[in-house]
């Protein structure tokens, strides 16, 4: 077997990458994650990393254990296992994904649906977010296993489902959970690999995404002092919850510590309107959008808080709210005399998911930021307001939870989105660096 310390010296296999990568790319198409209209279908990736990790499994001879744990027909995850006989402790690599953001190809200037290289660049949907990732770990593991190496610490890869839409549950690495298959990556840190620009991020936020529902009260627009206009009364009420919203939730004061990007943030993102002519008041309006709070202020208390700012609103029949001009109003007349009210109606859409702050004096932070540094001259920690599924409720239940990604933020999500080769070389020398940090510490 050879010693740890080969580790030092490993390199990306950029052929054997490439090729890999190329295949995963070539199903993104079919893993797009946004139901009702796409439903992936994460096998179709995982077909190409069993066949690469296939001569290297226990069932060939080798040392990788492979396990492909389903709760969804056609929607799989993936388990690898480097285990050493007499090793100390974990190290894992979780978070990692095998579906993708939706791509329009009218709005790329490449096939999102193919692997396409020009020069360091690697283009496709899912390259940076994050079968990039999944392919540079798989090859992580596939050269511990050709050389063999004797480890003093046991590791653990998990590609998981269901990343980027939670509206399908029970699929990924949530029931993974549920089903205490992550237990065991308690013995050390869990780096959740799925952010990017090659830095330790130390921090995300929770997301929370809401829905106000204003019904007003059809009429003639030619008679607005009749009528309640919805599309009105909706925007009003979003301007004045997010100025309570911004009273109460200022920037705190240790996102300088996390080097945040910005503070907490709540804006609408979509605007839902009932049919009908330009000359008819909109009898309702449905306002959706989020809420991306630092993990320094508690979920629950700024759910609670936000839905009070319309419980006040609805019990002082909107008196708060400004009007747009003589005719415009939130109470009007019957014919028959009685008052006619607008409602505001609020609701939170699904579960949020959690910031997190990761723990800056854990061993498993210190040993990225080691290695980050030791290979790319310098280690500059950040953090940002993107949210991460799970994060927050892992380091609750006591996991040391540590980020890290190797794509490019600037082209998450977006069009023309690329990784880098240089980007997933630098990331194989530094996980294998944080893999030796750990095998070293526990051989002491």
Known sequence: M????????AELNEERYV???????????????NPPKFVPEEDKVIKHLLEALRPYSTENGGPLQVEHVTYVPGRGNLIIKYLSEGAKGIVSFVGSHLDVVPANPETWERNPFKLIREGDKLYGRGTTDCLGHVAVLTELFIQLAEKNVKLNTNL????????????????????????????????GPVYWVDSADSHPCVGTAAAIVWKLHAKGHLFHSGLPHKGIN????????????????????????KEDLYQFATPSTMKPTQVRIAEGSFNQLPPWT???GDIRMTPFYD??????????YVDELTATDFAALPTRG???????????????????????????FKGIACDLESDGHLMLKNATKEVLGEANPFSICGSLPLVGDLQAAGFDVQVCGYGHSSVYHGDNEYCSVSSMKNAIRIMSRVIHGFSVKNSA
């Open 230 to 253: 919805s599309y009105e009364f909706a925007n009003e009420a979003i301007a004045h919850v997010q100025k309570r919203f911004y009273e109460d939730f200022p920037a705190h004061e």
């Open 2 to 9: 050879a010693s740890h310390d080969v580790l030092l010296d």
């Open 156 to 187: 653990v890869a998990i590609f998981i489902a269901c990343e980027e839409n939670s509206t399908i549950p029970d699929v990924g690495v949530d029931k993974l959970l549920k089903d205490g298959r992550l237990d065991e990556l308690k013995g």
């Open 286 to 288: 449905e306002i959706i």
């Open 299 to 308: 979920v629950d208390t700024v759910m609670d808080k936000v839905k009070s």
């Open 326 to 352: 003589p005719c415009s109003k939130y109470v009007v007349k019957s014919p028959e005399g009685e008052d006619i009210k607008g409602v505001l109606t609020w609701q939170f859409e699904g579960e949020p």
């Open 19 to 33: 090729a890999l990568l190329s295949k995963l790319i070539g199903e993104s198409e079919h893993v797009q994650n």
